[in-house]
């Protein structure tokens, strides 16, 4: 037993404890609630150690590696070239209410800036300037911090940095002392577009677009850019596969709608990479449909094309099902058709190989299968674009219809991702040419992958979603240790 002394020993020791402990409380407090790290309007190291690591500019980009960006892109343009590339403007709902913010992908494949309002002018004379919006308290007030001239220098590692108001100073020479300007068409902007050396530049035809640059840059993905659009595959494939398990008793297309993207932001996605496409029944038979506003009826299937974007990636995912549990005849026989196809062709994503070469494929599988069940009548296969008017597939990366200025013939390379996506549309009546038997009236069906060019072959960065027709009725006919029993499934069906 401590003696009197002892104990006395032990109060003053824990009591000189105290203050330590303290003392290291409100250190921690302060490393983890720095009010010194600058906010430079989007996260950094320093502000955000939880997504982006030492030396990144975005989460998993270095700034090495938007560095090596702009190097390669300097090295494919035309000597004295000059590269003239627009921040995404803000829209608005309202006079007073922003729609959400997104980047343009060429500014933000060069930059690494997220936020709008900025002008990025590269050239082999000057490297990176950077041309930064004009802050004001009273936008601080309202908007919160953004990125200046001190941040494009020391986090953007522009070589040089400007306020935007002063570009009209700054970029007229520029300009002039160039043989072509490139810019990015989608975002042109009025700050450089109403200059007059820039006018004088495009009706001398000086002025070109730098997509087909940009491209061919975004065309391979780097080791970063392949990891963040594994991840975004995976939320998205979790996300639909816990949706469908929902679809069994919540049939409100809305509803669905308004699960997969919970469930994605909360798996760590910063938005959707489009409006969900949920579409059920007859609604299916609409490519993009978007209204997403009627109920499932029971014996329909169910379309659902979604995809998120994870830190600028996004991913692109479409499964077609029974929420009932059990697919009709008639749904059988098109889907079994439809994932067959989807099948094979993943088989010919390798190397060598391009998308238009997969999409011919496609057709010559879906216009015999069409014919066979008598949806398509032998001799008038002119009339398979009323029954599928889509391309078997695109690639995918910053945008979901990424490196669109390349031909759909080139060689498919190591890095490149694609999607695979036949399907069929037939309308509840006839719209175009179209004449299918009534069984299949009102039936849409689209099965989606996303896939990796390997040096192998390919993998399918959207396996885990059940597709084959056994794996999707053992889903959707789950028992009760898998949110609902067999009587609320009944129930459900009925």
Not at 14 to 29: D, G, K, M, T, Y
Not at 185 to 201: E, G, H, I, M
Not at 225 to 249: D, K, P, W, Y
Request: glycine residues 6%; contains cysteine; charged residues 25%.
């Amino acid at each position: 037993m401590a003696t009197a002394v002892q104990l006395l020993r032990r109060s003053l020791r824990a009591r000189e404890a105290v203050p330590r402990f303290l003392s290291a409380s409100q250190n921690f407090v302060q490393r983890a609630y720095n009010t010194s790290v600058v906010d430079v309007g989007q996260p950094t190291p320093k502000s955000h150690p939880e997504l982006l690591a030492e030396g990144e500019i975005t989460p998993g980009i270095t700034s090495n590696e938007y560095t090596s960006r702009r190097k390669k892109l300097l090295e494919v343009l035309p000597e004295k070239s000059l590269a003239i590339i627009a921040s995404a403007e803000q829209q608005m709902m309202t006079d007073v209410v922003p729609y959400p913010f997104r980047q343009n992908g060429e500014y933000l494949y060069i930059t690494g800036c997220t936020q709008p309002g900025g002008v990025a002018v590269l050239s082999e004379e000057t490297g990176l300037c950077m041309f930064m919006p004009d802050t004001s308290k009273e936008d601080v007030v309202w908007q919160g911090q953004t990125a200046g001239v001190e941040a494009a220098e020391h986090f953007f590692k522009a070589d040089k940095a400007f306020p935007l108001s002063e570009m009209q100073k700054i970029l007229p020479e520029m300009i002039e002392r160039s043989k072509v300007v490139y810019h990015n068409v989608k975002t042109q902007s009025p700050s450089y577009k109403n200059l007059d050396s820039f006018r004088r530049a495009s009706l001398n035809n000086k002025v070109k677009d730098i997509a087909y640059y940009t491209d061919e840059l975004r065309w391979i993905k780097s080791r970063s850019e392949i990891g963040l659009m594994r991840e975004s595959a995976s939320i998205v494939s979790q996300s639909l596969l816990q949706t469908m398990l929902l679809s069994r008793t919540h049939r409100e297309e809305s509803q669905l709608a308004a699960k997969i993207e919970y469930e994605c932001k909360m798996r760590g996605a910063q938005r959707m990479a489009f409006h969900p496409v949920v579409g059920g029944g007859a609604n299916g038979s609409v490519i993009h449909y978007s209204r997403n506003d009627r109920r499932v009826k029971a014996g329909d299937l169910l379309l659902m094309d979604v995809g998120c974007e994870y830190h600028g990636y996004l991913s692109d995912l479409t499964r077609t099902w029974p929420p009932c549990g059990r697919f009709s005849p008639a749904q059988e026989e098109l889907y079994s058709l439809i994932l067959e196809t989807n099948k094979e062709c993943i088989k010919l994503c390798k190397p060598g190989a391009s998308i238009n070469e997969i999409h011919n494929h496609s057709v010559k599988m879906l216009i015999k299968g069409f014919q066979e069940l008598g949806i398509l009548e032998k001799g008038k296969s002119i009339q398979y674009n009323y029954l599928n008017p889509t391309a078997i597939g695109h690639s995918l990366g910053m945008d979901i219809h990424d490196s669109v200025k390349l031909s759909k013939d080139k060689p498919l390379e190591p890095g490149v991702i694609i999607t695979i996506e036949p399907g069929v549309y037939i309308p509840p009546v006839p719209i175009l040419k179209e004449n299918a038997p009534d069984r299949y009236r009102g039936i849409g069906i689209r099965i989606e992958d996303e896939v990796l060019i390997t040096e192998s072959g390919h993998e399918v960065l959207t396996a885990s979603v059940p597709k084959e027709i056994s794996h999707i009725t053992t889903l959707m006919n789950m028992g009760s240790n898998s949110m609902m029993d067999a009587h609320e499934l009944r129930a459900a069906c009925s």
